[in-house]
């Protein structure tokens, strides 16, 4: 749970900053070192890797995510490391919620076994059981997502995630009461104007949208918002009504409001 450091990979900070420079950021062997360096100065010696693909992804194509894959296992055997790749698709937001704090309340939610949307469920388990395969855990991948789902369900994830955090520096207190973590001033529900099957929920344009209401950086200079965001109360194949609630947009500008509205309305595709 960490980016580069002075200590940890210095150069990958100005070489990503070059990448951003001379629009470079798709670049393969970039990315692929970049992600690399990480995990191979960290002292990792197996590693699961989740490549994304697909339009909220920097791969678009499943050809080029395993372009990706590929570079970033030749480098992992050069570091005498054990790669192992798992593509996961990423047309429309995995789980529900974007933005930072939102994305930490889903993930203390998901590892006490509460609240787990099926897709972050299926793509958690996979890349824990492929890891339980990895360390010598367990061959069969089936019987590793039920002891994973075992953990999850007994309050073991948890306990390890607050032992994480705690190591890290981090206060507890937050994950045991996410209701402590700073809300949103303005809470919008999005409804959808008519009647049908949700048929798309473009995941970059829903990132985008969430950088506009502060969640990202539009500009290197620009504040992050850890509190803004988007959480979707309808994914693809869904069935609507009109006047269900498609989103919830969570924003402290209000100048930004009406425009994210109209926006995340024209992002759902009905």
């Known amino acids: ?79 005498n490391l054990q790669v192992k790749s798992v593509f996961t698709p990423m047309d429309e937001p995995i789980g529900y919620a974007i933005g930072n704090t939102l994305e930490v309340i889903e993930a203390i939610q998901f590892l006490k076994g509460n609240d787990m949307p099926q897709d972050l469920k299926s793509i958690v388990l996979e890349l824990g059981s492929q890891m339980m395969k990895l360390v010598g855990f367990g061959e069969n991948l089936q019987e590793n997502k039920t002891k994973l789902l075992e953990t999850l369900q007994n309050g073991t994830a948890f306990h390890k995630f ?17 209701e402590k973590f700073e809300q949103a001033t303005y809470q919008i529900d999005v409804t959808s104007q008519k009647k049908g099957r949700v048929q798309e929920i473009n995941a970059e344009h829903i990132g985008r949208l969430a950088c506009f209401l502060g969640a990202g950086r539009m ?26 609630v498609l989103a919830t947009l969570y924003a402290n500008d209000k100048t930004k409001v009406d425009v994210a509205v109209q926006k995340l309305e024209s992002i759902f595709c009905i």
């Not at 990792?44 to 490549?51: D, G, Q």
């Not at 955090?165 to 981090?170: A, L």
């Not at 200079?221 to 994914?235: R, T, Y």
């Open 162 to 178: 607050k032992q994480l955090v705690q190591n890290q520096g981090g206060d507890i207190s937050y994950l045991e009461h996410p």
């Open 219 to 244: 500009k290197k200079e620009d504040p992050i918002d850890k509190a803004v965001g988007i959480v979707l109360h309808k994914k693809v194949g869904d069935f609507v009504k009109e006047g269900d």
């Open 1 to 79: 749970m960490i980016g580069q450091t002075m200590n940890l990979a210095p150069a990958d900070k100005k070489l990503y900053a070059l990448r951003d420079g001379i629009a470079c950021v798709e670049n393969i062997p970039l990315i692929a070192s970049s992600i690399m360096s990480k995990k191979i100065a960290s002292g990792a010696n197996k590693i699961v890797l989740e490549v994304t693909y697909g339009k909220g992804a920097f791969m678009k194509s499943l050809a080029d995510a395993k372009r990706l894959a590929d570079k970033m296992e030749k480098l992992g055997e050069l570091a």
